[in-house]
């Protein structure tokens, strides 16, 4: 009687953890020193811009750009997507982190969870920085 339902939660603990390992996001290089990420990054409108047409394949778009970035910031997880339109127009998305977030100490206690295009992250009172800071 236990013996089937106990294989059916080996099943799913090993599905779990394999899902939770494939998603992962991949550490990128470590020296944070290579760049000034002190600013917060600047965004302003983009009145005239005009439509970028992408082809990839059989994927046809046209992207209208609405803003202009300035941004010094260090990345501090990217994930990898394949599948779908949104991988071949978007295959990767990346966290960016910039003044306190980008400093090497506070990255190490920042633990970060990326999956379905959404990220999820956990502050350590190490770090010395809220939840609030970090969504601002």
């Known amino acids: ?3 089937p ?3 059916i939660l080996v099943i799913f603990a090993v ?3 394999g899902y939770i390992y494939l998603n992962k996001p991949t550490v990128s290089g470590t ?3 290579a ?3 002190n600013s917060r990054p600047l965004q302003s409108s983009l009145v005239h811009g005009q439509p970028i047409n992408v082809v990839i394949g059989d994927l046809d778009v046209s992207l209208q750009p609405v803003a202009r970035y300035k941004i010094s910031a260090m990345v501090l997880a990217k994930k990898r997507y394949v ?3 949104e991988g071949k127009l978007a295959p990767y998305d990346i966290v960016l982190g910039w003044r306190k977030a980008s400093i090497l100490e506070n990255v190490e206690n ?3 969870i990326q999956s379905v295009r ?3 992250f956990t502050v350590s009172p190490a770090t010395n920085m809220t939840s609030a800071y970090i969504n601002k």
Request: no cysteine; net charge negative.
């Open 1 to 3: 009687m236990w013996k």
């Open 5 to 7: 339902i106990l294989i």
């Open 15 to 17: 599905l779990g953890y």
């Open 31 to 33: 020296d944070p020193s």
């Open 35 to 37: 760049i000034v990420t």
């Open 83 to 85: 599948d779908g339109w």
């Open 110 to 112: 920042l633990p970060i």
């Open 118 to 120: 959404h990220y999820q």
